[in-house]
Antibody, heavy 119, light 107 residues
Framework: EVQLVESGGGLVQPGGSLKLSCAAS????????MHWVRQASGKGLEWVGR??????????TYAASVNGRFTISRDDSKNTAYLQMNGLKIEDTAVYYC??????????WGQGTLVTVSS | DIQMTQSPSSLSTSVGDRVTITCRAS??????LAWFQQKPGKAPKSLIY???SLQSGVPSRFSGSGSGTDFTLTISSLQPEDFATYYC?????????FGQGTKLEIK
């Protein structure tokens, strides 16, 4: 079964940092680009960024709202993608999902992990 | 950035109804359009990619069509499990933007 499991969410103060993990199983992780998408409470989906596979030179692209503050990385030996979030703002409060860029676009999605930025 | 506009934002409908949700892109996106379904407290679920291709396991009552800037998601006969929020997303160019969502509610 293809599965993604996020972890690492929690409460952090404005200006703080947090690193999310996305553990993958059931598919060839090293060959897949991975995306992060977030959703503030009661709001719509916002694409955050993506990292390509080794074949794509691990290239990363980000939404303007997080560019320069967030960094996506991956460890293919651990089948895990990461989202390093620095300089967190209150407006970064959201559920963060990872999802695989597979042969049929974004599928599956993880269950999400909640990040709360508050003093 | 490409803006994605869905309509309606919400729809009160009944089991058995035929439902159409539209999604308009602010510029042409070829066929790089996907649809997702999300139920409260759950992760989004992929329904359709490439405008009209169904994900594995998605019932055939769901269909997608369109090209260029105008796209539709159609549910031919609404079932109780279809009451949810639906999002379109373009993946023609970065950033990969979503529509604001369409919430289907029980009449």
């Amino acid at each position: 079964e293809v599965q993604l499991v996020e972890s690492g969410g929690g409460l952090v103060q404005p200006g703080g940092s947090l690193k999310l993990s996305c553990a993958a199983s059931g598919f060839t992780f090293s060959g897949s680009a991975m995306h992060w998408v977030r959703q503030a409470s009661g709001k719509g989906l916002e694409w955050v960024g993506r990292i390509r596979s080794k074949a794509g030179s691990y290239a990363t692209t980000y939404a303007a709202s997080v560019n320069g503050r967030f960094t996506i990385s991956r460890d293919d030996s651990k089948n895990t993608a990461y989202l390093q979030m620095n300089g967190l703002k209150i407006e970064d409060t959201a559920v963060y999902y990872c999802t695989r860029h597979g042969p049929k676009w974004l599928d599956p999605w993880g269950q999400g992990t909640l990040v709360t930025v508050s003093s | 950035d490409i803006q994605m506009t869905q309509s309606p934002s919400s729809l009160s409908t009944s089991v058995g109804d035929r439902v159409t949700i539209t999604c308009r892109a602010s510029q042409g996106i070829s066929n790089y359009l996907a649809w997702f379904q999300q139920k409260p407290g759950k992760a989004p679920k992929s329904l359709i990619y490439g405008t009209s291709s169904l994900q594995s396991g998605v019932p055939s009552r769901f269909s997608g069509s369109g090209s260029g800037t105008d796209f539709t998601l159609t549910i031919s006969s609404l079932q109780p499990e279809d009451f949810a929020t639906y999002y379109c997303q373009q993946y023609d160019s970065f950033p990969y933007t979503f529509g604001q969502g369409t919430k289907l509610e029980i009449k």
